[in-house]
């Protein structure tokens, strides 16, 4: 059974830091993509980051480019996410995904974990 655990999420002021991390479990992930998507209140789920298996080529959202870092740990079926500079907007549910083609579609989902950046 195929697992997605998010953790690091919290409450940072705007300009701050913080990493997120995902593990996943029940296969073999290494040639998936794996990535990010976000929820705020009253919006629509939408794409952050994404890394591919095959090269770990990463890809941003217009909204997150040289703030956020994505990476991933393929010994560890783990994705990360480095989110610095943060602002209020970036404050949303964030969801760990897998999937293939640069996460355009998506196999397993993550429960979601809190962002909430104070201004």
């Known amino acids: 059974q195929v697992q997605l655990l998010e953790s690091g999420g919290g409450l940072v002021q705007a300009g701050g830091s913080l990493r997120l991390s995902c593990s996943a479990s029940?296969?073999?992930?290494?040639?998936?993509?794996m990535g990010w998507f976000r929820q705020a209140p009253g919006k629509e789920r939408e794409f952050v980051a994404a890394?591919?298996?095959?090269?770990?080529?990463?890809y941003y959202a217009d909204a997150v480019k040289g703030r956020f870092t994505i990476s991933r740990d393929n010994a560890k079926s783990t994705v990360y996410l480095q989110m610095n500079s943060l602002k209020s907007e970036d404050t949303a549910v964030y969801y760990c995904?897998?999937?293939?083609?640069?996460?355009?579609?998506?196999?397993?989902w993550g429960p979601g974990t809190q962002v909430t950046v104070s201004s």
């Open positions: 029940g296969r073999t992930f290494s040639n998936y993509a």
């Open positions: 995904a897998v999937g293939s083609n640069s996460l355009r579609f998506t196999d397993y």
């Open positions: 890394i591919q298996g095959s090269d770990s080529m990463p």
